[in-house]
């Protein structure tokens, strides 16, 4: 999800945090949290029997290329959800890892970003200067990339998840292979709600980042807020990363665990789609998917 800068190294793609992402990073919480808080759609907004428990669902974007914690991530005691990159070194062997663990598999879909250059984004990326059917060949052959994926969400993506026709298609191909799709909300004027529940799919959509900022400090306590979202709303997505933070984030998750399931249940985002929006998958195309 992250807009960052990518660079080569060993014949494989890197990323590296820029100071003018954190600010617009910041500014996607911002956004997140306001709509969350208004009238939109979201997982906590939508009727939820009292005697479900509080579930937190935690999406880790960036996998897919051998980031920094993601052995870590991949050996939690508790259900997560990764969101693999595709077309990279280790986007196969993370994502049947996740799977063999339990975990939901998701496509971690490159998108054209407002500000930065396309080329950021690494290969199989939806930019606005494709055609209808560019777009739908690219997020077939993503989805074809990700073993096992369920769902998707995008990475970057703050231009064209404000665009109807490219999100349309996108949503389109999701709903025809069987996979719902998750807003990482990088964008507050994101399209992707609307359009999701136009075509009768689950209006998901990300509630907090953990680590827009990299520290400790800062990942504990916007995993506490998430947790008091969970048990205010009943349920919480919260996105987190592999990669620059890695390290920080899953420390912080998995020394959270034991007291934050007095208070949550980890659940996968699979577990929300299905519980909170009633939604099962119903494949019009055959996939190659496992």
Known sequence: MKEKDIKRKNGGYRYSATWGFRWAILLCVAGVISMTSGSGVSASQDGISSAQPNRMAIIIDDMGNDMKGTAEILNMPVKLTVAVMPFLQTTKKDAAAAHEKGMDVIVHMPMEPKKGRPEWLGPGAITSNLTDEQVRER????????????GMNNHMGSKITSDKRIMSIVLDVCRERGL?????????RSVVGELAAAKNMP??????????????????????????HAVDKKSCVVI????????????????????????VKFVGISDLVRDVWHWQAAPTLPTDNK
């Open 240 to 263: 987190g990363h592999v990669g620059h933070t890695g390290m920080n984030t899953s420390a912080v998750i998995r020394e959270s665990i034991s007291g934050l399931q007095n208070q």
């Open 203 to 228: 209006p998901v959509g990300n509630d907090i980042f953990l680590d827009d900022q990299n520290s400790k400090a800062h990942i504990r306590k916007q995993l506490h807020l998430a947790a008091q």
């Open 139 to 150: 997020v077939e052959k993503a989805i074809d990339d990700v073993p096992y994926a369920i």
């Open 180 to 188: 719902f799709f998750v807003d990482s909300r990088t964008n507050f």
